[in-house]
């Protein structure tokens, strides 16, 4: 009897302590046993709420036993869990079933970052095939290519024309794309080593806004990450016009488990183009990855991949020569011009969790990276018997590491989250070199030659207050650089240095107005940094231009199958530069200043049709050259992308797509014009079983479109004067291609 007045004694004991509220700690899963990030837990007694980590965890304040916890994530299916004493004192774990997006099951205040949510809405409903389509992804941004497939994308954004990364810092699973002091522009940002079915997330944003991002993130940055588990292991080959063919493998290594994942990618590419002189490119890529967890749920991850790349190009030709009959549009001046390129990449990550408020992250990586460039932009201006073709390389190692600590607490009664970091890059470049050739075999002189070593120390601090419906973050960000540079040219050893630091603030501001309309106001300070050779030159003159920044927007769904974001932007730059190529110096513009507004908007007609647009209006000035000659080269005033999607629907899936840029000045006076063009691509596809067959076309109504342009003063063999006028890339014309893909 004593014994059961005992037991009933410690049970309401018991009872009264869990009526007191408590923390619950978490996991959530996928079907494969897979963590969910940025899932949503929300008491629905208590009102009080978390996301989970990246490694699926989450733990949530003010709980009761008999409470409710609503747990989903768009693309799965919502859970509810009642909860009892048991919860209290072990981990809870719970799987979420997939499911067909439905956008109206979306709720903007639930969603961890509304905009990357949109934009793996948008992988899972166009996924990739090309690491093209990687950067088409993000909402406003254009590419172009113009070097026969294997040089870096031209990129234009908000306004800018990018060139190949001065003004967007890109990175995949925290190591930097871009490269600093590149032989052929600075920021050169090369992401064909990116096998594009490996993506999983992509993050982005627009503006000098994020504390984490430093040089190159003024117009914004974009972060790649890749796949921790395949679903299935599968084979693929795509093959069509211009002798174009692409393999790709994707290998599960090890038998899905609940802690560790590996496999492999491989992919092949060759394509001879539409051009009369074959590009004769082709690309050979390999990724690995390994991921693992320990009973904590700490996270270590290992990626291994290598890529090489060779091709011919056409280069960009002159108008004139094309009116004339000279050469067809897919004719070549000097079809000598292409090169060749290769990156191995090392990255290991660890995710940890310190404590229940604590999580610590950390990534470091190593790269190789060689780069063999021929073009020939002026043909025989400077050399009227040789020609003035030149070559660009070079030789680097990059060693990196960047660490974060996030940690959540409360001042009073306001939650508030702190996140810190601090990072590290070194790049040693040998041999980087601008030379004077000939038929791409023979050095006539060297321009440039020397060694390059560039240093760039950081850290950040960002504060988050949560005030109810406000969400206030204050940030500060710190980056130190050391720039050094030995001539091989010069007779005597002399080895140049300089150092500059810079601080940059930044602001952001949200406020929840209702469940599913959310306004935030953005303002901060970022940089882009210079050339080593052109800093160490200029005695340390105009190292880190400063880019001012500000936006106003807003995200909306006035009705449930429909999403909007709206946004007013602004963005000072204090120097503008202009990379010019052969003759391998950049030169200054003055201040700039650019302002738009960015409109987007997604609609779902049922659960596999989706709709989506994406545009940008632009007014982008000089401040300080008269008006009707303020303008600046090649930056758009309106782009504009989007299409129609159909996911998963009996079998099919497809798309048709088109992204549309407006024409622009190619020059200070506008005086030359670069066209703009409007092309449509389509694909379908059909899967039974393991198989899965399909076809794409690309510019699909078979426009005659300029893919790249630029205003160039040359002077061809024939011809006694130089000419200055538009020289272009010719795009693609009607190409289409069929795929046949087995899963096992």
């Given amino acids: 009897m004593k014994l059961v007045n005992l037991t009933t004694l410690f049970a309401v004991l018991g009872g009264i302590a869990l009526a007191h509220s408590q923390q619950i700690k978490g996991k959530i899963t996928d079907q494969q046993n897979q963590p969910l990030e940025a899932a949503y837990v929300y008491n629905i007694n208590s009102k009080s709420h978390a996301h989970t980590s990246e490694n699926g965890v989450f733990i949530i304040e003010n709980n009761r036993v008999g409470d409710s916890l609503k747990i989903g994530l768009l693309g799965y299916e919502t859970r509810i869990v009642t909860l009892n004493a048991s919860n209290f004192s072990q981990m809870i774990t719970t799987i979420l079933q997939e499911k067909t997006f439905q956008l109206d099951e979306m709720v903007l205040t639930e969603e961890l970052n509304p905009v990357s949510t949109i934009s793996r809405l948008d992988l899972n409903t166009n996924p990739l095939n090309s690491s093209q389509e990687a950067l088409r992804k993000i909402p406003g941004l254009i590419i172009g290519q113009h070097a026969g497939g294997g040089k870096a994308e031209q990129i234009f954004l908000r306004g800018f024309d990018i060139d190949h ?30 096998i594009p079915e490996t993506v999983n997330k992509i993050d982005f944003g627009k503006g000098p806004y994020s504390a984490k991002h430093g040089d190159f993130a003024t117009a914004g940055y974009v972060d790649f990450s890749t796949r921790d588990v395949l679903k299935e292991s599968s084979i693929s080959v795509t093959a ?21 994942n590996a496999y492999i990618a491989a992919e092949y590419l060759a394509n001879d183009g539409p051009y009369e002189s074959p590009q004769n490119f082709d690309r050979i890529n390999i990724f690995g990855k390994y991921v693992a967890f320990s009973p904590n749920n700490d996270k270590i991850s290992l990626t291994a991949s290598h890529f090489t790349s060779g091709w011919d190009a056409s280069g960009q030709i002159p108008q004139r020569a094309v009116d004339s009959g000279m050469i067809s549009r897919f004719g070549a001046i000097d079809d000598t011009e292409g090169g060749e390129t290769e990156r191995t990449n090392l990255n290991v990550q660890l995710s940890k969790r310190l404590s229940n408020k604590t999580t610590f992250k950390t990534n470091a990586y190593y790269s190789h990276y060689t780069f063999e460039l021929y073009s020939n932009f002026t043909f025989f201006l400077e050399d009227p018997i040789n020609g003035d073709q030149i070559k660009q390389k070079e030789n680097r ?13 409360n001042i009073g009664n306001t939650p508030l989250t702190l996140t810190s970091g601090l990072g590290f890059r070194k790049d040693r470049v040998d041999g980087i070199e601008l030379s004077h050739t000939l038929n791409r075999s023979t050095i006539l002189e060297h321009l440039q030659l020397g060694d390059l070593n560039e240093t760039n120390v ?21 980056d130190y650089f050391k720039f050094l540079y030995q001539d091989q040219l010069q007779s005597e050893y002399q080895n140049l240095a300089e150092t500059k630091a810079i601080v940059s603030p930044k602001f952001n501001f949200y406020w929840d107005v209702k469940d599913n309309y959310q306004v935030f106001l953005k303002s901060g300070i970022g940089f882009h940094s210079n050339d080593t050779r052109v800093v160490v030159a200029n005695q340390g003159k105009e190292i880190l231009p400063r880019a001012y920044g500000v936006d106003l927007g807003d995200i909306w769904k006035p009705f449930p199958n429909l999403v909007v974001n709206t946004t007013l932007w602004y963005l000072f730059l204090e120097q503008e530069f202009v990379y010019v190529g052969d003759a391998g110096i950049v030169e200054p513009s003055g201040k700039t200043e650019r302002y738009g507004l960015d409109f987007g ?36 005033s309106f782009t504009m992308a989007g299409g129609l999607s159909l996911n998963e629907w009996n079998g099919f899936s497809g798309g048709l797509r088109y992204r549309f840029i407006d024409d622009r000045p190619a020059n200070e006076d506008n005086s030359i014009v670069a066209k703009g063009y409007f092309i449509t691509d389509m694909n379908a596809n059909y899967k039974f079983d393991s198989i899965t067959i399909g076809f794409a076309i690309e510019n699909l109504f078979d426009v005659a479109w300029n893919e790249t342009q630029f205003a160039t003063e040359s002077r061809l063999q024939n011809e006694a004067q130089a000419v200055e006028e538009i020289h272009f890339t010719p795009g693609t014309p009607f190409f289409i291609k069929g795929t046949i893909a087995y899963t096992f």
């Fill in 458 to 478: 950081n850290a950040f601090i960002n504060a988050e207050f949560e005030l109810g419906k406000f969400r206030i973050a204050p940030a500060l960000r710190l």
């Fill in 601 to 636: 908007f997604r609609y779902q007609f049922n659960d596999y049709l989706f709709l989506d647009t994406d545009m940008t209006l632009t007014h982008a000035r000089s401040t300080e050259d008269p008006k009707g000659q303020n303008y600046i080269p090649l930056a758009p």
């Fill in 240 to 260: 069509g016009q211009f002798n174009s063919l692409r393999t790709l493998g994707l290998f599960n290594l090890l038998e899905t488990t609940t802690n560790q």
């Fill in 165 to 194: 990364g001065t003004d967007i810092s890109i990175s995949v699973d925290g190591m930097p794309v871009n490269m600093v002091s590149h032989a052929h522009g600075q920021g050169y940002s090369d992401l064909h080593f990116l």
């Fill in 397 to 409: 190692n990059i060693f990196g590491l960047n660490t974060s600590l996030v940690h959540d607490t």
